[in-house]
């Protein structure tokens, strides 16, 4: 089955996590539904949420339009939130990305 519309562009990201996995305390992760949280849409919430740039300012420094930026900002927020409503444990990984850090 083939992808409608153009492939996704990679994403430059600045910061790879260092944890790949949150869970609720005192539940074994086998126990748990997971909720994958791609790396490029924890970049999206990193530099929106926590450095505080407007959504263009991050667009631009992820070599994404807005429009895309904004898709991967909505669908973290998404994923974050029915994580913690739910109990689910968030799982970091995968994505179409570039580490711009990455030596």
Do not use: H
């Amino acid at each position: 089955m083939k992808c409608r519309g153009r492939p996704k562009s990679p994403r430059r990201v600045e910061c790879s996590p260092e944890v790949l996995y949150f869970k609720p305390r005192g539940v074994p992760l086998i126990e748990l539904e997971t909720v994958a949280l791609a790396v490029e849409e924890l970049e999206a919430l990193r530099l929106v949420d926590l450095e505080g740039l407007l959504q263009e300012e991050a667009a631009f420094r992820m070599g994404i339009s807005r429009r895309a930026f904004w898709d991967d900002l909505q669908s973290a927020r998404r994923k974050v939130a029915l994580a913690l409503t739910t109990g689910k444990a968030i799982e970091i990984s995968g994505g179409s990305y570039l580490n711009i850090n990455e030596k």
